[in-house]
């Protein structure tokens, strides 16, 4: 027998991902949907004898191809007509969610209804006839308890039932105007929707505190904090031991081999390229992704973007972009990524390109180790002071150019669930793989080439190359260009590599305060790191990386001539 | 002459419609809805790129260029101001709609000003912004002012005129709010609140 196609599709947060993770367990493979930046999951099953291929399409509420989630849907199920579309309805917000099963049937597909999470509509006092609703619909109603794998099985014999006895059904219509088709709704949801009046539900006791106008941001604060420890305290200690299994192996080759120049050379630029990668992106990109899931997962996320819509709106964007430029303090790689939980493009990008310009964890240690070490903590937080400034203008500035559409927050705010942490893991592993894939390439070949530069002794000659700008822009010594191309590597380097250069760890022998506080500026914003334009390619394409890099090039040089200038014009150090 | 001018507006406002969907601008896809044949679609194409409103793209159809895209815009939101202005003082949205193609193409920049004002001082009776009510309170949505994007976002999230919402709680900083809507429970933002208006019901 062929093998069948079933396509899973719902609004955001109805489980779809558990229904998901029930049917495939360990098979399951990630990709991107062509030409678009959302991810595609895909996975097989073999249920009673049948092959059957399994595709979870992105959450939306329509398919009007308003964003690429709703345009991938529709495309997806006009074009390549899976055999069955289960229609995963969250059972609480019946009414809700009946506006995209409408759409669904028709597009004449083969709908199967999956009534999901009925235990959190009982805790709301609604029960729902899935006879009745299934008559009035005419198509298979199974109810479903996706977490706890209830009427999962039930729901496969279904589906494949419909497929064995295909008949040609006349097309389905409804009407057309929204609000009669709303009405239409109601009528059906009435006939089939049991409400019984409840007391508050965990939900809205939970919410009474989260969302609370102090306690809520509390508790924001805290979470936000443990996510920062969860992620970069757990990176850094799997990427120190990463680079201690590195060095340990390097200890022990024989010294006639590591001294000779050519290993030197493949080492440093094969080897390390791929330890960089390693030890900046992965450690951190792994507990991202588990975190972000479970924020996700759980419910929270919409409240976060509910308690900092108004500051984000100051920037062109809306709350949900909190996330992502807060994640940038640790690392700009999952930051860029965690942009995918903003609704179109623009705004993605919008966010990424701001992210990429807060200082993550690397450059902290410039703004830390120079002007914190030498200059005093005041200086230092002056230096975050004006990037946050920096960052707030331009998102207010660059807002006006990039969104053409804007999108206010609309979102719904689904009840608080456990999140699936088994099934949260396989997705994590999925994603990191699907990383390494993409963006390895990219570091491992920058490495390459800076090393190959290095080795044919012609950093000199860039640096001298770009000493009008060092030099007589900035007012840095010459020597300074090399740290900066080796910057673009990893931006801690800077700092390493300008104390071997200069041949002391005592900066303020070589470099004057303002020199610090220019050099600290430039290294901030001057270039987002490798393992950030690869990322940048694999969210947005080539030409869009290639303009925030551009950008950020030009920005740095030119805040740094200003701070220069300024700064000495004014005559504070 | 005048039948040219509405025809091509007609023309414009769904080339335009297709646009804001994504959608490619083909002969045959325009010929479909106006149902008429692609060949007379391929010589309005041909009008329409003299004066300027699109660029033709070989065997593939047109793209609007930015003089069409205004145009197409400044129709479809006579259109829409028609459509909710009628709909406004009782008719019915397919009955609206109907009346709002036809008059569209009479309306003149001035006109629509009057029908704005006109629609700002009905309203004002009774309609508030969203943004106005307290948390507890509920109302019925009048209309929705605004952009497209928002404004089809809104009716797919269950927010068409009509319907009745709730309050349920409002952010430190005023908005965004939750809403209960149909039994769903969502929140917008400011910028989205302030252009629903509705009356207090409770």
């Given at each position: 027998m062929t093998e069948l196609t079933i396509a899973l599709a719902g609004n955001p947060n109805v489980g779809k991902s558990v229904v998901f993770n029930q049917l495939t367990g360990g098979s399951q493979h990630v990709g991107n949907w062509?030409?678009?930046t959302v991810e595609k999951f895909e996975g097989k099953l073999n249920f009673i004898g049948r092959n059957i291929r399994i595709v979870d399409l992105p959450g939306t509420?329509?398919?009007?191809?308003?964003s690429q989630e709703e345009e991938i849907t529709r495309d997806f199920i006009k074009k390549e007509k899976p055999d069955i579309v289960i229609d995963i309805v969250d059972a609480a917000s019946l009414e809700q969610s009946l506006f995209l099963t409408l759409q669904l049937l028709e597009l004449d597909a083969n709908v199967v209804i999956a009534l999901n999470m009925i235990d959190v509509a009982k805790e709301k006092g609604r029960e729902i006839d899935a006879k009745m609703l299934s008559r009035l619909l005419g198509v298979p109603v199974v109810p479903t308890i996706a977490t706890q794998g209830k009427g999962i099985e039930n729901l496969m014999i279904q589906s494949i039932n419909i497929t064995g006895r295909r008949k040609k059904k006349e097309r389905k219509r409804f009407p057309r105007d929204v609000s009669k088709r709303y009405e239409y709704i109601h009528s059906i949801v009435k006939k089939c929707q049991k409400e019984t009046a409840v007391g508050r539900t965990l939900t809205e006791r939970l919410d009474s505190v989260l969302l609370h106008k102090y306690a809520g941001y509390l508790f924001l604060i805290a979470v936000l904090l443990l996510m920062f420890f969860f992620i970069f305290e757990l990176g850094d200690v799997t990427s120190g031991y990463i680079e201690q299994v590195v060095y340990y192996f390097k200890q022990n080759i024989p010294p006639e081999i590591s001294s000779n120049g050519l290993f030197l050379f493949l080492w440093k630029s094969v080897v390390e390229g791929i330890v960089a990668g390693l030890t900046v992106a992965i450690p951190y990109l792994i507990p991202f992704y588990i975190f972000l899931a479970i924020l996700e997962d759980s419910g929270y996320l919409p409240r976060i973007a509910f308690l900092t819509d108004g500051l984000m709106h100051k920037m062109g964007l809306h709350g949900k972009a909190f996330i992502p430029l807060f994640l940038g303090y640790g690392c700009s790689v999952p930051a860029c990524i965690g942009c995918r939980i903003m609704e179109t493009e623009e705004q993605q990008f919008l966010t990424a390109f701001l992210a990429t310009m807060i200082p993550c964890a690397a450059r902290s240690v410039i703004i830390l180790g120079v002007v914190g070490a030498f200059l005093g903590f005041g200086w230092a937080a002056g230096i975050y002071l004006f990037n946050i400034l920096v960052v707030f203008l331009l998102g207010f500035i660059l807002s006006r150019f990039i969104i053409t559409k804007p999108v206010g927050l609309i979102m719904s705010m689904p009840s608080y669930k456990m999140p699936d942490i088994s099934a949260i893991l396989r997705r994590t592993f999925l994603q990191v793989k699907h990383y390494i894939f993409i963006a390895f390439p990219i570091i491992i070949l920058s490495t390459f080439a800076i090393n190959a530069l290095d080795f044919f002794g012609f950093l000199r000659y860039i640096s001298d190359f770009l000493s009008p700008i060092t030099v007589g822009l900035l007012g840095l010594p010459s020597i300074i260009g090399i740290t900066l191309i080796v910057g673009f590597l990893r931006k801690e380097l800077a700092v390493v590599l300008l104390a071997a250069l200069v041949g002391t760890e005592n900066f303020s022998e070589v470099l004057t305060p303002l020199q610090m506080i220019v050099f600290t500026i430039v290294s901030m914003f001057y270039i987002p790191c490798a393992a950030t334009i690869a990322t940048l390619v694999k969210e947005f394409g080539w030409k869009k990386a290639t303009l925030v890099t551009v950008f950020e090039i030009v920005l740095a040089i030119a805040l740094g001539t200003v701070a220069s200038k300024v700064i000495s014009a004014i005559g504070v150090l | 002459m005048v039948l040219e001018k509405k025809e091509i507006e007609e023309y414009l406002e769904i080339m335009y419609r297709k646009k804001q969907k994504g959608e490619e601008i083909t002969t045959t896809g325009i010929a479909d809805e106006l149902s008429v044949s692609p060949a007379s679609v391929s010589e309005m194409f041909k009008k329409l790129e003299k004066r300027g409103f699109v660029k033709l793209v070989p065997y593939k159809g047109v793209t609007l260029t930015k003089k069409g895209e205004e145009a197409g815009k400044s129709i479809l939101r006579k259109h829409h101001l028609l459509e909710d202005f009628l709909t406004l003082f009782g008719l019915g949205r397919r009955r609206a709609h109907a009346e709002a193609c036809a008059l569209e193409h009479a309306l003149s920049k001035e006109g629509e000003k009057v029908f704005e004002r006109a629609m700002k001082g009905a309203k004002g009776k009774n309609a508030k912004s969203l943004c106005s009510l307290r948390a507890g309170q509920k109302g019925r949505i009048l209309y929705i002012t605004g952009g497209m994007a928002a404004r089809r976002r809104m009716i797919e999230l269950?927010?068409?005129?009509g319907t009745v919402v709730k309050v349920l709680r409002i952010s430190q900083?005023?908005?965004p709010i939750e809403l209960l809507v149909r039994g769903t429970e969502i929140a917008i933002g400011r910028g989205i609140a302030e252009k629903i208006y509705v009356e207090v019901i409770e």
């Amino acid at each position: 027998m062929t093998e069948l196609t079933i396509a899973l599709a719902g609004n955001p947060n109805v489980g779809k991902s558990v229904v998901f993770n029930q049917l495939t367990g360990g098979s399951q493979h990630v990709g991107n949907w062509p030409g678009k930046t959302v991810e595609k999951f895909e996975g097989k099953l073999n249920f009673i004898g049948r092959n059957i291929r399994i595709v979870d399409l992105p959450g939306t509420y329509s398919l009007s191809a308003f964003s690429q989630e709703e345009e991938i849907t529709r495309d997806f199920i006009k074009k390549e007509k899976p055999d069955i579309v289960i229609d995963i309805v969250d059972a609480a917000s019946l009414e809700q969610s009946l506006f995209l099963t409408l759409q669904l049937l028709e597009l004449d597909a083969n709908v199967v209804i999956a009534l999901n999470m009925i235990d959190v509509a009982k805790e709301k006092g609604r029960e729902i006839d899935a006879k009745m609703l299934s008559r009035l619909l005419g198509v298979p109603v199974v109810p479903t308890i996706a977490t706890q794998g209830k009427g999962i099985e039930n729901l496969m014999i279904q589906s494949i039932n419909i497929t064995g006895r295909r008949k040609k059904k006349e097309r389905k219509r409804f009407p057309r105007d929204v609000s009669k088709r709303y009405e239409y709704i109601h009528s059906i949801v009435k006939k089939c929707q049991k409400e019984t009046a409840v007391g508050r539900t965990l939900t809205e006791r939970l919410d009474s505190v989260l969302l609370h106008k102090y306690a809520g941001y509390l508790f924001l604060i805290a979470v936000l904090l443990l996510m920062f420890f969860f992620i970069f305290e757990l990176g850094d200690v799997t990427s120190g031991y990463i680079e201690q299994v590195v060095y340990y192996f390097k200890q022990n080759i024989p010294p006639e081999i590591s001294s000779n120049g050519l290993f030197l050379f493949l080492w440093k630029s094969v080897v390390e390229g791929i330890v960089a990668g390693l030890t900046v992106a992965i450690p951190y990109l792994i507990p991202f992704y588990i975190f972000l899931a479970i924020l996700e997962d759980s419910g929270y996320l919409p409240r976060i973007a509910f308690l900092t819509d108004g500051l984000m709106h100051k920037m062109g964007l809306h709350g949900k972009a909190f996330i992502p430029l807060f994640l940038g303090y640790g690392c700009s790689v999952p930051a860029c990524i965690g942009c995918r939980i903003m609704e179109t493009e623009e705004q993605q990008f919008l966010t990424a390109f701001l992210a990429t310009m807060i200082p993550c964890a690397a450059r902290s240690v410039i703004i830390l180790g120079v002007v914190g070490a030498f200059l005093g903590f005041g200086w230092a937080a002056g230096i975050y002071l004006f990037n946050i400034l920096v960052v707030f203008l331009l998102g207010f500035i660059l807002s006006r150019f990039i969104i053409t559409k804007p999108v206010g927050l609309i979102m719904s705010m689904p009840s608080y669930k456990m999140p699936d942490i088994s099934a949260i893991l396989r997705r994590t592993f999925l994603q990191v793989k699907h990383y390494i894939f993409i963006a390895f390439p990219i570091i491992i070949l920058s490495t390459f080439a800076i090393n190959a530069l290095d080795f044919f002794g012609f950093l000199r000659y860039i640096s001298d190359f770009l000493s009008p700008i060092t030099v007589g822009l900035l007012g840095l010594p010459s020597i300074i260009g090399i740290t900066l191309i080796v910057g673009f590597l990893r931006k801690e380097l800077a700092v390493v590599l300008l104390a071997a250069l200069v041949g002391t760890e005592n900066f303020s022998e070589v470099l004057t305060p303002l020199q610090m506080i220019v050099f600290t500026i430039v290294s901030m914003f001057y270039i987002p790191c490798a393992a950030t334009i690869a990322t940048l390619v694999k969210e947005f394409g080539w030409k869009k990386a290639t303009l925030v890099t551009v950008f950020e090039i030009v920005l740095a040089i030119a805040l740094g001539t200003v701070a220069s200038k300024v700064i000495s014009a004014i005559g504070v150090l | 002459m005048v039948l040219e001018k509405k025809e091509i507006e007609e023309y414009l406002e769904i080339m335009y419609r297709k646009k804001q969907k994504g959608e490619e601008i083909t002969t045959t896809g325009i010929a479909d809805e106006l149902s008429v044949s692609p060949a007379s679609v391929s010589e309005m194409f041909k009008k329409l790129e003299k004066r300027g409103f699109v660029k033709l793209v070989p065997y593939k159809g047109v793209t609007l260029t930015k003089k069409g895209e205004e145009a197409g815009k400044s129709i479809l939101r006579k259109h829409h101001l028609l459509e909710d202005f009628l709909t406004l003082f009782g008719l019915g949205r397919r009955r609206a709609h109907a009346e709002a193609c036809a008059l569209e193409h009479a309306l003149s920049k001035e006109g629509e000003k009057v029908f704005e004002r006109a629609m700002k001082g009905a309203k004002g009776k009774n309609a508030k912004s969203l943004c106005s009510l307290r948390a507890g309170q509920k109302g019925r949505i009048l209309y929705i002012t605004g952009g497209m994007a928002a404004r089809r976002r809104m009716i797919e999230l269950g927010l068409p005129p009509g319907t009745v919402v709730k309050v349920l709680r409002i952010s430190q900083y005023g908005c965004p709010i939750e809403l209960l809507v149909r039994g769903t429970e969502i929140a917008i933002g400011r910028g989205i609140a302030e252009k629903i208006y509705v009356e207090v019901i409770e």
